[in-house]
């Protein structure tokens, strides 16, 4: 088989067992470079590379090897500065020259594909405005809503039009938490040079999705807080997401924070449901599916406004409608997909709520039944207050115990609250909702 059809049919299998994301971000950038009966020879950018592909993945890429091959094979990694054979050494210095441009980049995800809604509209036009002009204004842009709304559909639509219009641009896609991996690999393997020339000095557009993971990681808030400014000195630009504003993320550095509050915020919220259905009929669309009127709005109800959830629901109908060729129904998607549209009833307890609540905060439990006292703590708290005596049958001193032996009027106070506001704050009424439907799983 021809070395590059065989890695390529590697990366497609290595996307069903470890996702898109960790190929694009370790393995795509990476080049087979010669191959005999035993051996393959793989160029990777440099060492810590190939150190962390071959303790995270080279079990799972060496069976891919066999399976296309039909025979066992061994993966050997080497990097741009390691002696090799001389019939490697031209290939491999060719494959030097072919680094991605845009690292970590979904090239399917583009502004053509992003629905336009009220819900969306100002952070669109803020994510078209740095792509045409990069760090000319904006710079950071501070992208911020709850998960599944578009955020990171953004971050790649602007690094596409990026690399489009700019033959000499290079942009760096990242996760927060992928950013810390990477760290703490070099530091492992005094690696923190190429680190940061990757992050400092190679790319022209750095984009890094979740940064509330950042909270309480303080080492890797100093790292980031030093590649902030060296980009945003040099005239480079930054793009960020994360699910709540920098002043809501626990734990932030009071240096990070300004920093991120100094670009311009801007919020994606649920979408209504003319955009919701607008983005259902986008999708469906794209699977050469017709979805019937019915169906479609049991789905806009099931999701409630997670466009990522939504996603999903359409990629397992169109999996099941290739596979058994049956008409598309209501009657059908419920006959097929029960779990999804006839779930089991799930009994939420005061510990399943506080713990989701945390998780949704990115918070421990302890944090919102313990004592301590802060913005970030308060609103989170009230909200598992809110939903304990909603969703449960405990009376107000019944549930003062369960959040930490508080006084019945502390409980009231909180539910009171939520209650009042959700009525009239609409980010708060869907920051609910999804945290239910993360309760009813």
């Not at 054979?85 to 020259?97: D, I, K, T, V």
């Not at 924070?257 to 915020?265: D, M």
């Not at 469906?284 to 019915?294: C, E, M, N, S, T």
Request: net charge negative; with cysteine; charged share 25%.
């Amino acid at each position: 088989m021809d070395l590059g059809r065989l890695w390529e049919s590697m990366l497609d299998a290595m996307r069903s067992r470890i996702g898109h994301q960790d190929v694009a971000i370790w393995l795509h950038s990476a080049t087979p470079v010669h191959q005999d009966d035993e051996v393959v020879l793989v160029e990777v950018a440099n060492r810590y590379y190939a150190d962390w592909i071959t303790e995270n993945y080279l079990e799972d890429l060496q069976a891919e090897a066999e399976n296309q091959l039909g025979h066992p094979i061994h993966l050997k990694f080497t990097w741009r500065d390691e002696p090799t054979s001389e019939e490697s050494r031209p290939a491999m210095r060719q494959a030097a020259e072919k680094q991605p441009r845009g690292h970590g980049v979904n090239h399917t995800q583009t502004f053509e594909s992003f629905v336009i809604g009220e819900c969306n509209k100002f952070a669109h036009a803020a994510a078209a405005a740095v792509a045409d002009h990069p760090a000319r204004q904006y710079n950071p842009l501070f992208i911020y809503g709850s998960t599944g709304l578009g955020k990171t559909h953004l971050m790649h639509a602007v690094a596409n039009r990026v690399l489009e219009n700019s033959p000499d641009g290079r942009v760096v896609y990242i996760t927060a938490e992928a950013f810390m991996n990477e760290m703490i690999n070099c530091l492992r393997y005094k690696r923190m040079d190429d680190f940061r020339d990757k992050y400092r000095k190679q790319s022209t557009v750095l984009m890094v999705d979740d940064v509330q993971f950042l909270s309480g990681k303080e080492r890797t808030q100093e790292e980031f807080f030093h590649t902030f400014n060296a980009l945003q000195s040099s005239g480079r630009q930054i793009i960020l997401t994360a699910d709540v504003v920098p002043r809501e993320i626990d734990k932030l550095a009071p240096r990070l924070r300004t920093r991120f509050e100094g670009g311009l915020l801007a919020d994606m919220q649920a979408p209504d449901k003319e955009t919701l259905h607008a983005i259902l009929r986008q999708k469906a669309d794209k699977h050469h599916l017709q979805i019937p009127a019915d169906l479609a709005e049991a789905i806009a109800g099931l999701v409630e406004g997670n466009v990522r959830e939504l996603e999903g629901v359409v990629n397992r109908i169109s999996a099941l409608h290739s596979f058994y060729g049956e008409s598309i129904s209501l009657a059908w998607a419920r006959k097929r997909l029960p779990d999804t549209f006839d779930p089991a009833p799930t009994t939420i307890t005061v510990s399943g709520i506080i713990e989701g609540v945390a998780v949704f905060h990115n918070l421990r439990s302890a944090d919102l039944t313990g004592s301590k006292r802060t913005r970030t703590l308060t609103r989170p708290r009230h909200i598992a207050m809110y939903l304990a005596r909603v969703h449960t049958n405990l009376s107000f001193p019944e549930l003062g115990r369960e959040f930490g032996g508080r006084d019945h009027s502390t409980i009231q106070h909180g539910f009171r609250k939520v209650s009042d506001e959700v009525e009239r704050d609409p980010d708060l009424a869907y920051k609910v909702r999804q945290i239910e439907q993360i309760l009813h799983r």
